[in-house]
């Protein structure tokens, strides 16, 4: 099996060009908070080589100072809004009861039926 990385790559460095310029930040804003150069920022957000560190530091950024969904973030399938984490949980929480009650009626027809 041959495992490519360059979907996840190329859509999470589109998705880092979306964030930063959603929260209205330039590229320099990240050279103070993060230690990263103008010219980092714009290979990240240009699919161009840099090191995995700088990558994270920016990723961890958007998931930690702006409560973004690491979901979102590094899951190309996963097309939904670039989601806050706070409503990724939430969502999350409202699936799991709707399929509780699915089942709870489920179990109730069971019980008609015997």
Do not use: H
């Amino acid at each position: 099996m041959i495992v490519t990385i360059d979907p996840y790559r190329i859509e999470l460095a589109r998705r880092l060009g979306l964030l930063r310029n959603q929260f209205d930040l330039s590229q320099r804003d990240f050279q103070e908070p993060l230690n990263l150069g103008q010219n980092v920022i714009y290979r990240a957000e240009k699919d161009l080589s840099m090191s995995v560190e700088a990558l994270l530091a920016l990723a961890l950024y958007y998931v930690q100072q702006c409560d973004i969904n690491p979901d979102w973030l590094f899951n190309p399938d996963n097309t939904d809004i670039p989601q806050l984490n706070t409503q990724a949980v939430r969502n999350r929480r409202k699936v799991q009861i709707f399929d509780k009650m699915v089942e709870e009626m489920r179990v109730a027809e069971l019980v008609e039926q015997a």
